[in-house]
Nanobody, 129 residues
Framework: EAQLVESGGDLVQAGGSLRLSCVAS????????IGWFRQAPGKEREGVSC????????WYADSVRGRFTISSDNVKNTVYLQMTSLKPEDTAVYYC??????????????????????WGQGTQVTVSS
């Protein structure tokens, strides 16, 4: 059935890089917006980046703009988040979600946002100083 699976998280040192993957199954991701969220212990969940090929949009949070790059691979049905110049404040569990467009994904009335009723396992990113 339709699902998203995150992977690629790891322990890295500050200044390092990492690439996260969000693999879609049961649907074609090109028809939807795919966004990344992250949540650190004791902190609010925050949007990180979103891509919507059908709407031609790409969005980044101010905190990651210039360091992170979101992209998609239609053949592999996967969205990637390439993270460079990582900082300790990037430490969090990263999740991906899907919606009709980026705006509704990040300004949703539902918790969790998007089409799925719960968050997946996410992938842990830990950046040491």
């Amino acid at each position: 059935e339709a699902q998203l699976v995150e992977s690629g998280g790891d322990l890295v040192q500050a200044g390092g890089s990492l690439r996260l993957s969000c693999v879609a199954s049961g649907f074609t991701l090109d028809d939807y917006a795919i966004g990344w969220f992250r949540q650190a212990p004791g902190k609010e969940r925050e949007g990180v980046s979103c891509i919507s090929t059908s709407h031609g949009t790409r969005w980044y949070a101010d905190s990651v703009r210039g360091r992170f790059t979101i992209s998609s691979d239609n053949v592999k049905n996967t969205v990637y988040l390439q993270m460079t110049s990582l900082k300790p404040e990037d430490t969090a569990v990263y999740y991906c979600a899907a919606d009709f467009k980026c705006r509704t994904l990040y300004y949703s009335d539902y918790e969790p946002p998007g089409f799925f009723g719960s968050w997946g396992q996410g992938t842990q990113v830990t950046v040491s100083s």
